[in-house]
Antibody, heavy 118, light 111 residues
Framework: QLQLQESGPGLVKPSETLSLTCTVS??????????WGWIRQPPEKGLEWIGSIYFSGSTYYNPSLKSRVTISVDTSKNQFSLKLSSVTAADTAVYYC??????????WGQGTLVTVSS | QSVLTQPPSVSGAPGQRVTISCTGSSSNIGAGYDVHWYQQLPGTAPKLLIYDNSNRPSGVPDRFSGSKSGTSASLAISGLQAEDEADYYCQSYDSSLSGSVFGGGTKLTVL
């Protein structure tokens, strides 16, 4: 059974860089059929797609976040990572990683809350 | 403001049928891109409910069904149960944004 698990600091200071890692287990991470994505959800708000990465390293990002986002992959560890720079309070959210079957997200991690505060 | 528009809330009594709409535009649903639906129970991660407009993943009851027409899509839930109380989100692809877009979400209350 495919499982995804987010990890990283739960508190980040304003203007710093948010860094999260998603570890994938129980499935084929390097399959050509999938991308791997990040989605976030601010408290009491809706879902926002951040970006996705292919196992080869090819990426595509939400245009509204593109200037601040970097997603990378480490196939040797079955992991992919998110970096979001110059964070503000507006970046406070639950961050989810998910398997991106090109068109939709079929497996999700449990999510991790990241709070931006000094 | 979400690219896909959903009603903030819907409600229904147990056993009834409810529908949730998802309205897009010519750059997403109207362009022919598929619509997918997610169920988010309180305090949990979203779960894929319907993919490619009307297909159910294994394990999703057939009380849940989806459809698409023009620039809109709908999720229907029949035989409403207390356990269906959750937030529901639609999602598609937008060609002008070159990425995935979500609706703002609809809170379903079972009366």
């Amino acid at each position: 059974q495919l499982q995804l698990q987010e990890s990283g600091p739960g508190l980040v200071k304003p203007s710093e860089t948010l860094s999260l890692t998603c570890t994938v287990s129980g499935g084929s991470f390097s399959s050509s059929s999938y991308y791997w994505g990040w989605i976030r959800q601010p408290p009491e708000k809706g879902l926002e797609w951040i970006g996705s990465i292919y196992f080869s390293g090819s990426t595509y990002y939400n245009p509204s976040l593109k200037s601040r986002v970097t997603i990378s992959v480490d196939t040797s560890k079955n992991q992919f990572s998110l970096k979001l720079s110059s964070v503000t309070a507006a970046d406070t959210a639950v961050y989810y990683c998910a398997r991106h079957v090109v068109r939709y997200f079929d497996h999700w991690g449990q999510g991790t809350l990241v709070t931006v505060s000094s | 403001q979400s690219v896909l528009t959903q009603p903030p809330s819907v409600s229904g009594a147990p056993g009834q049928r409810v529908t949730i709409s998802c309205t897009g535009s010519s750059s997403n649903i109207g362009a022919g891109y598929d619509v997918h639906w997610y169920q988010q129970l309180p305090g949990t991660a979203p779960k894929l409910l319907i993919y490619d407009n009307s297909n159910r993943p294994s394990g999703v009851p057939d009380r849940f069904s989806g459809s698409k027409s023009g620039t809109s899509a709908s999720l229907a839930i029949s035989g409403l149960q207390a356990e269906d109380e959750a937030d529901y989100y639609c999602q598609s692809y937008d060609s002008s944004l070159s990425g995935s877009v979500f609706g703002g979400g609809t809170k379903l209350t079972v009366l």
